[in-house]
């Protein structure tokens, strides 16, 4: 059973206004080109007030009878099936691009577990136009990013940049500030805790939490990845 998908109901209230069409327009279109028969003007009401949501199939459906890409119509997706379905790709092709079998791939949508190698990885990346924050989340880096980043802050950032860089994709002179900054706050945190506990001791609270969310950390420095 999938989660639900990250239908943006404004977006798609706002599309719908902009064409000048009614929710019985909407509704007529998914029915006449999609063969949603069973859609109603209700249906694209509902959606519109959040009060209920579209299938994979009918959210297509309407991102076609409203002149947009999928994607338009949702939240920011965070499964491999989400991003595959806001660029309006058929699993066959994600499959194709990538060099799986296509059981093997719909398997991997389903389990929500991406196993691919890391030139299947790098297909994946391309064909799905993955920022480096979601390309990290879908292959199950983000384990190996917060390990390499909890290294860099505690000892050398200079030490780690060429590994962090390789793994994320993006140049290493992009990353200089961000991973001087990290290790700078990390630091004071444990300066903070060293004082508060008479040099006794270079753990607390601060500094636990700190690494627990050193992935957030590390993004939020990256606002254009």
Not at 39 to 46: E, G, L, R
Not at 167 to 192: E, G
């Amino acid at each position: 059973m999938h989660p639900p998908l990250p239908f943006n109901a404004r977006a798609a209230r706002t599309l719908r206004e902009k064409l000048g069409m009614a929710h019985g327009h909407v509704a007529y279109g998914m029915r006449a080109s999609y063969g949603m028969t069973h859609i109603t003007p209700d249906h694209v009401a509902a959606w519109e007030r959040g009060t209920a949501l579209p299938t994979a199939d009918e959210l297509t459906a309407l991102a076609g009878a409203l002149w947009c890409a999928p994607g338009e119509l949702m939240g920011h997706a965070r499964t491999l099936r989400e991003h595959r379905l806001a660029r309006g790709l058929p699993v066959e092709d994600v499959a194709r691009a990538t060099g799986l079998t296509l059981d093997a791939y719909h398997r991997m949508e389903e389990t929500g577990l991406w196993t691919g190698d890391k030139r299947q990885s790098a297909a994946l990346g391309s064909v799905l136009g993955l920022p480096p924050r979601d390309f990290i989340a879908i292959t199950g880096l983000e384990d190996e990013l917060a390990r390499l980043l909890t290294e860099a802050v505690s000892t050398r950032w200079q030490a780690h940049i060429r590994a962090i860089a390789k793994l994320v994709a993006i140049d290493r002179r992009d990353l200089q500030n961000p991973l001087r900054t990290m290790q700078q706050d990390y630091q004071t945190l444990l300066a903070a805790t060293l004082s508060r506990a008479g040099g006794s001791t270079a753990s607390g609270e601060d500094g636990r939490r700190y690494i627990e969310e050193i992935v957030d950390h590390f993004w939020a420095l990256l606002p254009d990845h």
